[in-house]
Antibody, heavy 118, light 108 residues
Framework: QVQLVESGGGLVNPGGSLRLSCAASGFTFSDYYMTWIRQAPGRGLEWVSYISGSSSSTNYADSVKGRFTISRDNAKNSLYLQMNSLRAEDTAVYYC???????????WGQGTLVTVSS | EIVLTQSPGTLSLSPGERATLSCRASQSLTSTSLAWYQQKPGQAPRLLIYGASNRATGIPDRFSGSGSGTDFTLTISRLEPEDFAVYYCQQYGSSLRTFGQGTEVEIK
């Protein structure tokens, strides 16, 4: 069955960097767009970024554009999110999710918590 | 960016009652590109509905979705105890995916 396991979250100072990973299994990873979605404590869901199966297409929410970079390694069945210039408002649980046709999300990981604080 | 506005913010109902949740888009969505998710505390969201009205695998038929254009509705015909949760709509009609702010269905 489809499994998505995020890792790499933790406590980081404002202005710092962090790299999140998502290990995928149970499907042909390279066939699917993947996405990152975050949820600040006690708040709603916010779509962050997506990447196509071949990495040829990416897109970002305005709130992270220029600071975050999404990438993938299809040989390792892994998705990444490089987060630079982190701000307090980036504090959230970060979920990776697999797209279905068109861009909704039937499969989610359990999330990894990123806390940006001094 | 397409903004999704959900109403009401909180719905207080009793088990067995009918729940009607609304999601309004700031622009018309192409091809009914709207999904609904359920989220319980400490859990990842679960897909309920896609394409505005198609139930995802394993979702009970008490959940139904309807609507097109800018106005969409999620209906839970008879609330079960496990249905009390937060519900989000999400559009995928534009390249920037967006979520609504959520509706909490709480026990009255």
């Amino acid at each position: 069955q489809v499994q998505l396991v995020e890792s790499g979250g933790g406590l980081v100072n404002p202005g710092g960097s962090l790299r999140l990973s998502c290990a995928a299994s149970g499907f042909t990873f390279s066939d699917y767009y993947m996405t990152w979605i975050r949820q600040a404590p006690g708040r709603g869901l916010e779509w962050v970024s997506y990447i196509s199966g071949s990495s040829s297409s990416t897109n970002y929410a305005d709130s992270v554009k220029g600071r975050f970079t999404i990438s993938r390694d299809n040989a390792k069945n892994s998705l990444y999110l490089q987060m630079n210039s982190l701000r307090a408002e980036d504090t959230a649980v970060y979920y990776c999710a697999r797209w279905a046709a068109g861009g909704y999300f039937p499969y989610w990981g359990q999330g990894t918590l990123v806390t940006v604080s001094s | 960016e397409i903004v999704l506005t959900q109403s009401p913010g909180t719905l207080s109902l009793s088990p067995g009652e009918r729940a009607t949740l609304s999601c309004r888009a700031s622009q018309s969505l192409t091809s009914t590109s709207l999904a609904w998710y359920q989220q319980k505390p400490g859990q990842a969201p679960r897909l309920l509905i896609y394409g505005a009205s198609n139930r995802a695998t394993g979702i009970p038929d008490r959940f139904s979705g309807s609507g097109s254009g800018t106005d969409f509705t999620l209906t839970i015909s008879r609330l079960e105890p496990e249905d009390f949760a937060v519900y989000y709509c999400q559009q995928y009609g534009s390249s920037l995916r967006t979520f609504g702010q959520g509706t909490e269905v709480e026990i009255k």
